[in-house]
């Protein structure tokens, strides 16, 4: 969280990635923002959204947008689509092998519009 | 200085001496002499010398396996005489070499019986592949053949005669065949199903002469009841004499009838010189099979490397063979000599079997029993008679067909701790449940991982998860079927409220009856109900957030990220005119082609912004999905059938089209597959599909069950000769009972396999109607049937369902990281260790 929040506060640099409505709810979407590939979910109907890396470190392919998005024990997390591992949306931890943890980026909704910072 | 051991025979025994010798790592100089032309070979399995098998296919001997392990063997150089007082043996070559030990393992010779003319041209004994080559040899001009003995290796030779095309007989001088094994009930059963085979067999012959034709070649057999056989050559096959003449020779110990006496050590009167096999005499008995044989050699193995962990104390003659494709059995105290004994024995002729158990006095215990025609309840009476278990209330049920309802695989709780559970890395009961109680172990992957039980062939693993399931009960550790933690019900109970309450979608549900936003579990589960039930488009709004990547993009996602396409290639029929079509637009986008394993093919390397291109042309040119991603029916495979095959009864390709037309689509709780055979030559492979079809001269046979892939099980047969439209409603009513009834992920065979009363209870249900839901299935798959269409079609029609066929939101670029290299002409994705040598970054 700590790295977050220097992002945040330091670059705070908001690229629009897509309407709102282009991310079905529960779903997922795959965003280039400057060369980097990050998965933006899109959790229950309204403005609830997490961006991550794209990348699955376990298939090596940039693949997590595609994944089944769902909850354990009330956790926000995405299962690969590949070999099926999980990891929290929140923080990017992989919940199935705790040496692995994803990039997290800043995101959010302003006039139905999703943005993220990266 | 290294210890020198001279092992004399380089029979099946002899190598299996060595092999132990070599493995045990022993500080020996080892020299073997050989009398035949070859090491050691499979001489059980001789009479498929005749059925293709060569000299190397039968060998015993791994290539170079006496090299590398520094055995000297002595081909083609049979020992003649053994000086114990000097401690050397001497070769017919003339080769003498002396011995610190010497190991006997000249097993036995054919016992030819004292008649006159048994020695005329023609005729022959069984027993190395020098004699098979001499009979192969004589009999290329001869017409009928006669076996002398109707034993178990005159019925292995008579199967060599009859592999060679000869007319066969069997002449056996007892009143029945396998008379040491099997009594006169069972050797009738066992004669009728000879004489079937075409084979002559004439038991109770006493043969007086053997008269010579004017070359003086083996003419006819004359017997003492005054009949006579003609014949053009006889094999001689009535038993075997241990082949002592050696150790006579040398003074050692011989048995009244031949053999050398041996101890529990195996060790002969000399206690320098072992015996092993054939050759040797153990508290008065030879054993003639192969297995007891194996079991000296390790012994004699034992004490030369200076253990004595093991004992030779006898052994079990249980045997169980397939003789002429015929499975006999016999066990324990088969005839029942035992004081008190009693017999429960069924005779059963129409179905050609006899089965024979022989019980204690109070019909508690199982003391032995013949099985000839069908042995497949050997293990089950072994394991009961070998650890004494108690019998069931009704012993005969073991031996009868399984009754309407009742299970008759034995359960796990009745097993004694001794009995062996995984057979490949000798695990038992009581180590597996301890295992469970003192690690606390609670899925069956640690049961697995720490005992190390199933994981060898995996063949034990049912057995070991009804262990854990078991041990879980007794500790009153509640096993609960719910399909994830969303969901307190199974998959079976959620399908049931899905129709019951009208529901249709996973919000719907999950608002009723789950908890929490759901997982990749429950999702494409529920998914697979909704589509089951109601058939709504998987794309849908409300449904398209379930789905697995697979059937979410209409495709099979790859290792890269890329997916393959797989259309719909009905019967596995296509005409040039779509093959075209296919290599046209596998080339206009790079794809790697393949034909698949059911009759298809696949295009794989698509990126997911191709996937609707490809599929405009696809649907343009007539094709429709294959469903290759969903958990539905793939394929059904066909052969030519009566179309165009010379042997097919019945048209193979019309029916298959016609059945994958009518289930195409079709969710279930796993893919299915099927396929439909023009004859019984069964060149489709039904019977290795969830649902199979083969063509009879009267109509149709219909199985059910069936797999391949990771655990193979044959598909067994529901009903026979079946009229089309009958067959059709059989199908439908099967597998709306599966899909209604079977676990998340469960294929038609696990599903089987659990159901109790198995298939007389599916006949039942499917034939008879016994639920009264017959008319339920059906209509429900004839909505199904009805709300049919292709997910592509309707999604190419879409223009917002296809704005998901794109790597990114916010920019039409393709995923920078897929990169292909060509391999024989095609392109494929690059391994890791490729993009370092060409220096690609990620």
């Known amino acids: 969280m700590s790295q977050t929040e220097s992002i945040n506060s330091t670059i705070q640099q908001w690229t629009t990635i897509c309407p709102l409505e282009r991310i079905l709810p529960n779903t997922g979407v795959c965003a280039l923002v400057k060369d980097r590939q990050i998965a933006v979910f899109r959790v229950g109907e309204g403005t609830d959204v997490y961006a991550i890396d794209n990348y699955d470190p376990f298939s090596k392919a940039y693949v997590l947008s595609r994944g089944i998005v769902g909850d354990r024990n009330g956790i926000p997390k995405v299962a690969s689509p590949i070999y099926k591992q999980n990891f929290s949306l929140i923080t990017g931890e992989c919940l199935d092998d705790l040496t692995i943890r994803l990039g997290t980026f800043p995101v959010q909704v302003v006039d139905g519009q999703v943005k993220v910072s990266s | 200085m290294t210890k020198r051991l001279v092992t004399i025979g380089n029979g099946m025994v002899g190598h299996r001496f060595l092999e132990q010798m070599a493995a045990k790592g022993a500080d020996w100089e080892l020299i073997c002499f050989c009398e035949e032309p070859r090491v050691a070979y499979d001489r059980v399995n001789l009479s498929g010398y005749f059925a293709g098998k060569t000299a190397e296919d039968l060998s015993l001997v791994a290539p170079d396996f006496y090299k590398d392990n520094n055995i000297q063997v002595h081909i083609g150089d049979k020992a003649i005489s053994i000086d114990r007082a000097n401690k050397t043996v001497t070769s017919a070559k003339g080769v003498t070499i002396s011995y610190d030990k010497l190991v006997l393992a000249t097993g036995s010779y054919p016992f030819v019986p004292p008649i006159k003319g048994n020695d005329l041209p023609g005729t022959f004994v069984y027993r190395t592949i020098c004699d098979l080559e001499a009979t192969e040899a004589y009999t290329k001009d001869c017409k009928v053949g006669v076996v002398v003995g109707g034993g178990l290796l005159g019925l292995e030779c008579a199967n060599a005669l009859q592999n060679l095309g000869l007319k066969t007989h069997v002449v056996e001088f007892m009143p029945r065949l396998m008379p040491v094994q099997i009594d006169d009930a069972g050797g009738a059963t066992l004669r009728q199903k000879i004489e079937d085979l075409g084979i002559g067999i004439h038991t109770g012959k006493s043969t007086t002469e053997i008269v010579a034709d004017e070359h003086g070649r083996v003419h006819k057999m004359q017997f003492a009841d005054g009949t006579e056989l003609l014949t053009d050559t006889i094999v001689f096959s009535a038993g075997i004499r241990p082949q002592d003449e050696l150790a006579r020779q040398c003074g050692l110990k011989i048995g009244d009838r031949g053999g050398i006496s041996i101890d529990d050590n195996c060790q002969t009167s000399d206690p320098d010189v072992y015996a092993i096999g054939e050759c040797a005499l153990y508290n008065n008995q030879i054993f003639g099979l192969v297995a007891p044989g194996y079991r000296m050699a390790e012994v004699a193995a034992d004490r030369l490397c200076g253990s004595e962990a093991n004992n030779f104390t006898g052994a079990d003659m249980s045997t169980k063979l397939k003789l002429l494709g015929i499975d006999v059995a016999s066990f324990g105290d088969a005839f029942g000599k035992t004081a008190g004994s009693k017999v429960i024995a069924i005779d059963d002729a129409i179905a050609g079997t006899y089965k024979k158990l022989v019980v204690n006095q109070d019909g508690t215990r199982l003391l032995g029993g013949i099985l000839v025609g069908d042995a497949t309840v050997y293990g089950t009476l072994l394991q009961l008679m070998q650890n004494q278990m108690a019998l069931p209330p009704h012993p005969e049920d073991l031996i009868l067909p399984p009754r309407s309802g009742v299970s008759m695989a034995m359960g796990v709780e009745q097993l004694p701790d001794t009995a062996q559970i995984c057979s490949c890395n000798n695990v038992t009961k009581g180590q597996i449940c301890a295992a469970i109680q003192d690690q606390e172990l609670r899925d069956i992957g640690s049961v697995k991982s720490c005992t190390n039980a199933g994981m060898g062939c995996g063949g034990c693993v049912p057995l070991v998860t009804d262990l854990l399931k078991a041990e879980l009960k007794k500790a009153g550790i509640a096993v609960n079927n719910h399909i994830c933690e969303h969901f307190a019900f199974s998959r079976q109970e959620l399908y049931s409220l899905v129709r019951s309450q009208d529901i249709h979608s996973f919000q719907q549900l999950l608002d009723r009856h789950g908890t929490g936003r759901g997982c990749e579990i429950c999702k494409p589960a529920v998914s697979s109900i909704l589509a089951s039930a109601w058939n709504d488009q998987i794309l849908d709004p409300s449904h398209v957030s379930l789905q697995d990547t697979n059937d979410s993009f209409l495709a099979n996602i790859q290792r890269d990220g890329t997916y393959s396409v797989i259309p719909r290639i009905p019967g596995g029929e296509i005409t040039p005119e779509k093959l075209i079509v296919l290599g046209q637009v596998a080339k206009d986008f790079g794809l790697y082609t393949k034909i698949t394993g059911a009759q298809r093919i696949d295009l794989l390397g ?183 269409a292709c997910e592509w079609d309707v999604t190419l029609k879409d223009p917002v369902k296809l704005q998901r066929f794109q790597h990114f939101v916010n920019t039409d670029a393709p995923d920078p990281n897929i990169v292909v290299v060509a391999e024989r002409g095609q392109n494929r994705p690059v391994f890791e260790h490729e993009r370092q040598l060409l220096q690609i970054d990620r």
């Open chain 2, 606 to 788: 698509a990126r997911v912004d191709q996937l609707p291109l490809i599929w405009q042309r696809l649907v343009a040119a007539g094709f429709e999905s294959g469903h290759a991603y969903g958990k539905a029916l793939r394929t059904v495979k066909s052969c030519v059938g009566s179309t165009w095959c010379r042997f097919g009864v019945q048209d193979s390709v019309s029916l298959a089209i016609e059945v994958e037309l009518r289930y195409r689509g079709l969710r279930a709780p796993h893919k299915f597959k099927s396929a439909v055979s023009g004859c019984t030559r069964e060149c489709a492979e039904a019977q290795s599909k969830d649902f199979g079809i083969i063509a009879t001269e009267k109509g149709w046979n219909l199985y059910v069950c069936g797999n391949g892939g990771m655990k193979p099980q044959h598909a067994q047969l529901l009903a026979a000769d079946l009229d089309k439209e009958t067959l059709i409603r059989y199908v439908d009513r099967f597998l709306m009972f599966y899909i209604r009834t079977a676990n998340r992920l469960e294929r038609t065979a696990t599903w089987f396999n659990k159901l109790e009363g198995g298939m007389e209870y599916l006949q039942a249900v499917i034939i008879n109607d016994s639920l009264g839901i017959a008319e339920e299935l059906e209509a429900e798959m004839a909505h199904q049937v009805a709300t049919y």
